[in-house]
């Protein structure tokens, strides 16, 4: 009966181990590192995080402010105004200075052979 039982808490004990190694984030505190949070952020962006990446979120500091930064980041980028063209007095006068630089050399017209 005894020899019984220490082979059921060995079979128990290698089971354990077994599970352990093929899932390393089994018995840890804290699942999820900084590195697979972060690994996985665009999808947490996205579509917002599994139990374990909220759980990482909720113990790490480091990682929540990072995800909190980049939301405001993303909300001001909300707020930025449409840059419109300059005129086109602006690109003429560009073209000018290039041109009396020596930079750009006025456009040549193409000739096309007759058919």
Known sequence: MKNQRVVTMTLEATATAAALAADPKLGRENPMTC??????????????????QEEHLRTCDVCRDLVSDLRY??????????????????????EKR??????VKPAQSIRRPLL
């Open 35 to 52: 590195a697979e949070f972060q690994r996985d952020l665009p999808l947490i962006i996205d579509s917002g995080g599994d139990t374990q």
């Open 73 to 94: 980041i993303a909300e001001q980028a909300k707020l930025l105004v449409p840059m419109e063209d300059p005129s086109p007095r602006v690109w003429d006068g560009i």
């Open 98 to 103: 290039l041109k009396s630089e020596g930079l």
